[in-house]
T-cell receptor, first 114, second 112 residues
Framework: EAGVAQSPRYKIIEKRQSVAFWCNPI?????LYWYQQILGQGPKLLIQ????????DSQLPKDRFSAERLKGVDSTLKIQPAKLEDSAVYLC????????????FGSGTRLTVV | QQQVKQSPQSLIVQKGGISIINCAYE??????FPWYQQFPGKGPALLIA?????SEKKEGRFTISFNKSAKQFSLHIMDSQPGDSATYFC???????????FGTGTRLTVIP
């Protein structure tokens, strides 16, 4: 079974620039999550999709972050404009059942904002 | 508000020793408690999980102990090996929650 694919692996941008991350979940996983993991901390949920729809985006800074999941498969997360405090690893995960079993994470995208 | 509190932040153990990581939660609706292992440059990977209807679950060298009345659970790694050196996260979810709430992580170093 192929895992959760993410790209790029690393990205360095200047503050106020924009950046986009891509995620391809495990085939058949209806639930997709984007997490932000700041160095030394646990993952924090940014947004959760169930198929095409948003289930939870309460922690997403909507003034600068946006995400979409077209056709219920791939997803992109965008930051515009980036701030220094956005430097983190952005993890995508997918699961068979929302919030529970089969939670599988990708390797993440490490973003550095300078 | 941190839904799941984890300690210690870092842990150094000699090879062959026992590593113990503790977590506590407040939400009594939580009913699923997984532990994740994360190596540098990788995403967290599910290690072992427990439901509150049992007090202990063991898989190989890894054991979860669960104390429902105290709202605490812990991960024990027996015969710790250098290959166990990683960051460990506890997590929790339950009725009404759509996702996992993670602890802050414990960086384990096993010295040969």
């Amino acid at each position: 079974e192929a895992g959760v694919a993410q790209s790029p692996r690393y990205k360095i941008i200047e503050k106020r620039q924009s950046v986009a991350f891509w995620c391809n979940p495990i085939s058949g996983h209806a639930t997709l999550y984007w997490y932000q993991q700041i160095l030394g901390q646990g993952p924090k949920l940014l947004i959760q999709f169930q198929n095409n729809g948003v289930v939870d985006d309460s922690q997403l800074p909507k003034d600068r972050f946006s995400a979409e999941r077209l056709k219920g498969v791939d997803s992109t997360l965008k930051i515009q404009p980036a701030k220094l405090e956005d430097s983190a690893v952005y993890l995508c995960a997918s699961s068979l059942e929302a919030g529970r079993y089969g939670y599988t994470f990708g390797s993440g995208t490490r973003l550095t904002v300078v | 508000q941190q839904q799941v509190k984890q300690s210690p932040q870092s842990l150094i153990v000699q090879k062959g020793g026992i590593s113990i990581i503790n977590c506590a939660y407040e939400n009594t609706a939580f009913d699923y408690f997984p532990w994740y292992q994360q190596f540098p440059g990788k995403g967290p990977a599910l290690l072992i999980a427990i439901r509150p209807d049992v007090s202990e679950k063991k898989e190989g060298r890894f054991t979860i102990s669960f104390n429902k009345s105290a709202k605490q659970f812990s991960l024990h790694i027996m015969d710790s090996q250098p290959g166990d050196s990683a960051t460990y996260f506890c997590a929790a979810t339950g009725t009404g929650a759509n996702n996992l709430f993670f602890g802050t992580g414990t960086r384990l170093t096993v010295i040969p």
